[in-house]
């Protein structure tokens, strides 16, 4: 039976955990998709410090969905020793976080160069990083994002068959498809069902000049976002599509809504929240 399971980015509520539980817990949203925490990113934690991140959560009745990490979202250039270590300290964070899964992208290509021109560096590093967590419980999850070599779905699935081990999956994001100028549905949803395993929710509008930033959060987001069904994501058909395919996995609102959560994160989560409602009603679908 399909199943819809809610998560959040709640560091676009607030950049203090405790803000982003207590507004979670008034839409009843129990798991959080780790990325922002009390102002910093959740890869530059110590072990201790995600330690005593966990037993708040636990405290108030908060589970893990995922560790939204920044790996791989650096220029395919610069060396990988580094950031390889970076990733099996995330890793042991997710360990401690009880995180089934880890997401994480395929590298940001020089601006004005071909994809391919990095393809065997790409599928070496991908291969890496999921020979680094066999064996630690936690699945890694591809997301699909601009400027990064798995931005459309024909190289998102090319990773995805290439890298052996059967640890890493998809996160589907129907709005990094959309600024790729790709159609959702039936195009992008057809190509990746058979890898995903995490959903996405945001949607927006595509602009064709929007400008290249490599930021590694949602600042400088520019006016391109809108809330679940108000853009060109699709929402209604993809979640359908999802749904009646036997979907059972975390739905993770990630609304892009604003640059600056200590303005009015909270009113747009909300905002954005009612409107992913919206449409689930839409098209008989239920999320918990």
């Given at each position: ?19 982003q ?124 994002e ?44 057809e ?22 930033t ?55 989560f ?14 008989g679908?239920?999320?918990?």
């Open positions: 039976m399909s199943r819809f399971i809610l998560s959040a980015f709640a560091d676009e509520i607030s950049a203090q955990l405790d803000r539980m207590d507004v979670l817990e008034e839409l009843d949203i129990h798991h959080i998709e780790l990325r922002g925490i009390d102002g910093k990113n959740v890869a530059d934690y110590t072990l201790d410090e995600i330690d005593g991140v966990f037993a708040r959560m636990q405290a108030r009745g908060f589970q893990t969905s995922a560790v939204g990490s920044p790996i791989g979202k650096v220029d395919i250039r610069e060396p990988f020793e580094e950031h390889l270590e970076k990733f099996k300290h995330v890793l042991a964070l997710a360990q401690r976080l009880h995180a089934p899964y880890i997401r994480l992208f395929s590298f940001f290509i020089p601006e004005g160069e071909q994809p391919q021109a990095y393809r065997e560096e790409v599928l070496c590093r991908m291969q890496l990083l999921a020979d680094a967590a066999k064996g630690s419980g936690v699945t890694l999850l591809h997301e699909n601009r400027y990064i070599y798995g931005d459309v779905p024909e190289r998102c699935v090319e990773i995805l068959k290439s890298v052996q081990g059967g640890n890493l999956f998809a996160t589907y994001d129907p709005a990094n498809f959309v600024h790729c100028h790709v159609r959702n549905y039936p195009h992008a949803y190509m990746m069902r058979p890898y995903v395993r995490y959903l996405h929710m945001k949607d927006a509008v595509y602009e064709e000049n929007a400008a290249r490599l930021d590694m959060g949602f600042q400088n987001i520019g006016d391109v976002h809108r809330a679940p069904g108000e853009g060109e994501g699709q929402i209604a058909q993809v979640l359908r599509a999802f749904w009646e395919s036997g979907y059972e996995g975390f739905l993770t609102l990630e609304p892009h809504l604003s640059a600056d959560p200590a303005v009015d994160g909270p009113e747009q909300r905002r954005a929240y009612g409107a992913l409602m919206k449409v689930l009603d839409q098209i679908a239920k999320a918990g």
